[in-house]
């Protein structure tokens, strides 16, 4: 039964216009990714670097990538978009 589930180490990925970040479960860590146009239509407008639009919706963007974890737990990689939010 999953106890854990955390995002952590988020990365400005410039010149591939993404965040990138680790996340991690009782046994086992991976990567994902968000873009910048995701990141953006997170932030409505607020000024921010991408890290600190990351930090701001930390939550939600955990929220989000649980969801996709939990339909596959055996991806490696997790992969946000705008239809996630």
Known sequence: MLQHFSVHSPRDDHPNERVTFRYKTN?????????RTTLDQLAKGQPG???EIFDRYRDQILKAAYLHWTVN?????????????
């Open 27 to 35: 046994d086992r860590e991976g990567d994902g990714y968000l873009s």
């Open 73 to 85: 737990p055996l991806n490696k990689v997790i992969v946000l978009g705008a239809h996630d939010f």
């Open 49 to 51: 670097t991408p890290l």
